[in-house]
């Protein structure tokens, strides 16, 4: 049973996520403290993380930018705001998905559904091998010069990056990949692919590779191999 740790200090929202998982066969858990939030999230172990922006003590974006340097455990924001700023910055900071309140329960659990589908996938992928990379999908991480070295990606990267390496040196459109990214067409958003593309290149680049992911002016992105 996946355990999702919800991060929400109003209690009637709290109490009406929890019956809703506890009912769709999650196993639920409330903080109710918030002062070493992160701390607890870590404790717990939790499958994913459901958290809201405006929590007492710390901001829930600055929390999540301070937990993606511990943990990738999979973050679906949860939140009144719903500007685009506020959505990309949550993307940029590693969220795996962000979806406005008063949210229909429905395509909540559909966004779970998605992401712990995706992390099934990945957690039966092999091996795959990339240059003289290691990539471990499992553990969303990529080993380097000759395995002493490793380079952490979230989930949402790592979905990206093996999709995009399945179909190496072949042009991969947008709608390729925010469909294999967000499991569902009607659930997309065109900013949060951006961000993710920029954070992978921003990565490879940090480790020494500027030229892995090209862009094919209206028609994609490419793995250069």
């Keep these: ?29 409330i903080v109710t403290d918030f002062k070493n939030v992160c701390d607890r999230i870590i404790e717990e172990d939790a499958d994913l993380v459901l958290l809201d922006i405006n929590i007492p003590y710390i901001n829930g974006e600055i929390l999540l930018k301070e937990l993606r340097t511990r943990s990738d455990v999979p973050v679906i924001m949860v939140t009144s705001r719903d500007s685009e700023v506020d ?11 962000y979806i406005t309140k008063p949210y229909n329960p429905t395509i909540l659990l559909l966004r779970i559904n998605a992401i712990f ?12 091998k990339y240059r003289n990379m290691e990539i471990l999908p ?15 990606l979230t989930k949402n990267e ?17 709608d390729e990949l925010m469909t294999e990214l967000w499991n569902n067409q009607e659930y997309l958003n065109d900013n949060a692919l ?11 680049k940090d480790i020494g590779y500027e030229d892995v992911i090209e862009t094919r002016k209206g028609q994609g992105y490419i793995l250069i191999g």
């Design 194 to 204: 951006t961000v993710n593309i920029s954070r992978l290149r921003a990565r490879f």
């Design 87 to 97: 959505e990309v910055l949550c993307m940029s900071y590693g969220a795996d998905d």
């Design 117 to 128: 589908k995706r992390l099934n996938q990945n957690g039966n992928s092999d091996v795959a």
């Design 158 to 174: 790592m979905t990206i990056f093996m999709y995009l390496l399945s179909k190496k040196d072949t042009i991969v459109s947008r």
């Design 138 to 152: 499992q553990k969303g991480v990529i080993r380097y010069n000759n395995g002493e070295d490793e380079m952490l």
């Design 1 to 29: 049973m996946n355990k999702i740790l919800i991060v929400e200090d109003d209690k009637t929202i709290s109490l009406e996520l929890k019956e809703l998982l506890d009912n769709s066969g999650y196993k639920a858990i």
